[in-house]
């Protein structure tokens, strides 16, 4: 699923008041979040270990 530009702007907007950064089921957002200079740390719960393995290895905190 991708975000509208609408969405992504809104994303974005919250993203860079954000130190840490908590999420149920990663994907783009998590990306976005990681690319973000000012959030030092991102917890993500998800379910699909490949996506774990291919996207965030290292970067974030994930439980599966």
Known sequence: MTMTK?????????????VRYLEFGSGESTLYAAD????IKIDSVESSQSFVDNHLKGT???FV
């Open 36 to 39: 973000r200079p000012a959030i």
């Open 6 to 18: 609408g969405e992504l702007d809104l994303l974005h907007k919250h993203l860079d008041l954000c």
């Open 60 to 62: 974030v905190n994930f």
